[in-house]
């Protein structure tokens, strides 16, 4: 039984496209997490979110307390955001998702 | 500008060898991380630390690793001895304020091989 559970797990887009990729969880938590994952491996943290909504340049990262579920939007898409998109989330533990590859073709 | 570094960048090692990771969060951070990333598993939490004090080593084998802070600049993961399952990218990250919540700001990693 995985705590976190992303989808996607793997997604095509063309340059331009918007993006959704949507993050359940089943435990209670304080924060929930969005990484990114550059191919050469590097992890930048992009949100940290315990209620509503933020955004961050083109990324828009929201949050369902009550529903237990999170999406992270990528508007107008370029291949620059090609990556693997970890959620996570924090509370007595913490625990990941496996990630969702998303690839933006020019 | 401010970044987390890890020591070394790669390891391989033959098994039974002791391997020492380290790590240094941003200056001012007092919250680090130790994690690790295989492709079987993803991403796992192996522990964290507070003011040098672990808080939670509890996703971290015992009988093998052992993680500690010697001062407040340096940060050490430590495998003795060393399995081919161990073979993960190790990944220190560290938190602005010591809050567990806010932006963790990751290492580039230590990507260890076990032979």
């Known amino acids: 039984k995985n705590e976190v559970e992303q989808s996607p797990q793997n997604l095509t887009a063309q340059e331009g496209e918007f993006i959704t990729i949507n993050c359940s969880y089943s435990?209670?938590?304080?924060?929930l997490h969005w990484l990114q994952q550059h191919p050469g491996g590097g992890i930048v943290s992009l949100f940290m979110?315990?209620?509503g909504k933020k955004k961050h340049g083109r990324l828009i990262a929201t949050i369902n307390i009550q529903e237990k579920h999170s999406s992270l939007h990528i508007t107008a898409s370029h291949p620059r955001d090609s990556a693997v998109y970890i959620c996570?989330?924090?509370?007595?533990?913490?625990?990941f998702g496996t990630g969702t590859s998303l690839t933006v073709i020019p | 500008d401010a970044r987390v570094t890890q020591t070394p960048r790669h390891k391989v090692t033959e098994m039974g060898q002791e391997v020492t990771m380290r790590c240094q969060p941003i200056l001012g951070h007092n919250t680090v991380f130790w994690y690790r990333q295989t492709m079987m598993q993803g991403l796992e939490l192996l522990a964290y630390f507070r003011n040098r004090a672990p808080l939670d080593d509890s996703g971290m084998p015992k009988d093998r690793f052992s993680a500690e802070m010697p001062d407040a600049t340096l940060a050490t993961l430590k495998i003795q001895p060393s399995e081919p399952r161990d073979s993960a990218v190790y990944f220190c990250a560290s938190v602005l304020r010591g809050s567990a919540y806010n932006e963790q700001f990751f290492g580039p990693g230590t990507r260890l091989t076990v032979l």
């Open positions: 979110l315990s209620s």
């Open positions: 435990v209670g938590i304080s924060a």
């Open positions: 996570a989330v924090t509370g007595n533990q913490f625990y």
